[in-house]
Structures are given as C-alpha cells and as structure tokens.
C-alpha cells in the first residue's frame, strides 16, 4: 500500500514538473546539443509558417549518447505571454495529438560520436488547425515527463497589413545610441471593437524575447488604419555588432581562434576578448546573433560530418570581478540563456573564462554582465551600443476575437535598421 502511494505521488510531482515547464526555447537534458528550428525555406530563418499553406519547420538535433532512442513531438496552442491557451487538442490540432521523429543518422568520421534527429511539420499526423503561438515538446520513450527540449513556434493567419521603418530615437540623448520603430496596422475588415484591447504587437529585436515588448495603445486611429509612433515607445538600444568566431575547419586558425589542438579530442582556445564600448561604431559583419554548421575539412553532409570541440573562452575587463557581478556568454547557440552553463569563471590573473562545447560551424556571440547589486542584465556595458548598428526587428500582431477563448496570430513584419 505505501509503496503505490509513494509511486503515485512520484507520478504526480513528475507530472507537475512537466506542467510547469516553462513555455520558452529551453533544452534539459545536457547530452542535447546544436537544436535548430526553422522555417524550411531558409537555414536558419525565424521559425513562422503560414496557417495552412504547405509550408513547413524543422526540427533537428544532436544526441550525444549516440545510439538510437525514441523521441516523441507535440505542440500546444499558448497565448500572446507564452502561457498556455488551455484548449482542448481537439481545438487547434488535425488529426493526431503526438508523433514520432523517425528520422535520424549517426555521426561519420568524428571524434565525438552523436545520433543527428530531425522532422519537419506539419505533416500528415500532426498539424495546427488554427493560429497563434505554439510550444514544441520533445519528450523520450512516448513520456511527457520525461522532457528533452521547447521550442517556440509561430504559425500566422495573416488578416491585417502593417507597414513601418527604423528611425533615430525621439530623445535627444539617445539618438546616437538607439533605434526607433515606428510601424502602422490596417485591420481591414477584422472586426475590432476596441483596438486597446482586441490587438496588441510584440516587438522585438533579433528574434529575441528578452529585448520585446507589447504595444497596445495607438497614438492615431485613422478609420481602420491605427498608428504607432508616440514618442517614446518602441526606442531599442541598437547594441553592438556580435562577436563571432569560425571553427568550419579545426586544421587551420581563422577569425578568432589562437590555438587548436587534435589528439584524441578537439580544442579550441580563442583569443582574449575585451571590452568593445568605444567612443564610435565599427563595422563588423555578423549574423544577427545566429550560428551555421558547417564543416570545410571533410565530409559532404555537416549534420552528420562535422565534429565537436571544446571551446575556450576567456574575457578580460579591468575593474569586473565576481565582486561587482557575474559575467555570461550568449547567443542562439545557447538560447540566449544567463545561467550556470553560460558563466564564466574568475582566475586569479584576472580574466574571466570559460569552457562550451560546440558543432563546428560560424557562431555569433556576445557578453553580458549582470550587477551584483541590481540583478539585471547589462547587455551596454561591455559590449556599448550605436544607432549605425545592422538590426532586424520582429512585429506579430495579436488578434483576439470576440468571444475567442484564444488569442491569433494575424500579422507579421520584419523591419531592418540599414534597409530603407
């Protein structure tokens, strides 16, 4: 009797787990590594298709226990703020609730040995019915308690029509430093009744959540047309430039890197980095934040050919240490995650470092610093920010209809800060 009480309560807490699994791009087991997620009609592109068009996204990931296992897939309708729609399945997916992920290769002729996993979707088994945002599961052995990764998914039904530019900030201290979005929405014959509060858009920069924010109040309302360009919302730090560095070979150095070494692992020492909050803006070519696997030694396929390495970074700041904050490295590689697996250490020379793992290829990254005393993530500090900066920023318009229990998605624009 006690021991299936203790077995049911496990149950229970797992489920709970499960249940509170946060609703963003999040990986939780170690052993998974270089997760993609894209529309197929660009590698890497922002992971939006539109409502039944035959467009699809891919999924694709390393397992590094290597072998086979049995990876499982769902999603689930969420609202606006990531939160769960509480629909029932019936409501927003065709045909079945959950599938498979059949495909899969073993890595060839690398040092680090992995089991490559992809899908692409909607498919003849799982396929949303309506739009708005989505949370991609992955779970192994068919059990939702057992999670191996989230993923966030945007799946348009596009009603309205928005136009917009990038601008220099409306405050004067600003304007060499930030960059602000102006942008119209015409809701057509989308029947609005109050547009405070039936439409709402995110914006955000670079595809990243932590910079975005919702815009709800119009300063016009023009018939159908609604404007939103006050003065002081929508004003983005326009940051840096990413760093980047390129290991599509580990036989030869390139941008970036000081030392490899080949023996019976790889390893990458990169140069020591520095502050780059200047007085002025320099050019440098970058990716947006993003990184591409790509192998130039051998092989035809980098899904399966390119190899692994141990990449050693190290930062050096006069006037940071573990006294006055904590240092982080991030990007998509990582999800721009500040946690235990993206900090550096202090040594006693005075340069932070730090140790990850990665796929070869072309990686974007960046260092932010959090303050011991504030908390908060200073992404300005170490990196400075210039309104010349090349930025690209996401609107999604957010429909929720009268007597909906669900919020659409029914808008999307992608503005530029160097393209006119």
Known sequence: MINKFLTLLLVLIAVKSVAQTPYDNN?????????????????????????????????????LRGGQHYFYYTIEHCDGDWNSSNLSTTDYLQNFTEDKILDY?????????????????????????ISGNYILKVYEDDDPTKMILTRKLYVLNSKVSI????????????????????FKVNYGSLKVQNPNLDLRIWVMQNQRDET????????YIRGNELDYGDLTTNDFPGGNE??????????????????IYRDTANSVVMETDHSRNLPNYTFLYDNDGEYYILNQDAGTNPTIDADYAHMFFSFESPG????????????????????????????????????????????????????????????ITLEGSYFET?????LLVYYHPPAARWEELVGYLVLSSVQK
């Not at 090349?390 to 996401?394: D, L, P, S, T, V």
């Open 212 to 219: 975005g924010s919702f815009t709800t109040q119009p300063q």
């Open 27 to 63: 990986v939780f087991n170690p052993n998974i590594k270089t997760v993609e997620f894209y529309n197929t009609k660009k590698e890497p592109s922002f992971p939006i298709i539109n409502l039944n068009s035959g467009e699809q996204v891919e999924l694709a990931f390393d397992d």
């Open 163 to 182: 136009t917009g530019e990038v601008v220099t900030s409306s405050d004067q201290d600003k304007r060499a430093t930030n960059q602000k979005i102006n």
């Open 242 to 259: 990413f760093s980047h560095f390129d290991t599509r070979s580990l036989k030869l150095n390139s941008a970036g890197v000081s030392h």
């Open 105 to 129: 290769a073993y890595s060839s002729a690398t040092f680090q040995k992995f089991t490559h996993y992809s899908v692409k979707f909607p498919n003849e088994y799982i396929k949303p019915k």
């Open 390 to 394: 090349e930025n690209k920023y996401q």
């Open 320 to 379: 940071k240490t573990p006294a006055n904050g904590s240092l982080y490295i991030a990007g998509k590689f990582n999800d721009w995650k500040l946690d235990d697996r993206s900090k550096l250490d202090y040594d006693s020379k005075g340069k932070f470092f730090t140790h990850l793992f990665l796929k070869q290829g072309v990686y974007d990254y960046q260092y932010v610093w959090v303050d011991k005393a504030t908390k908060k993530p200073d992404y």
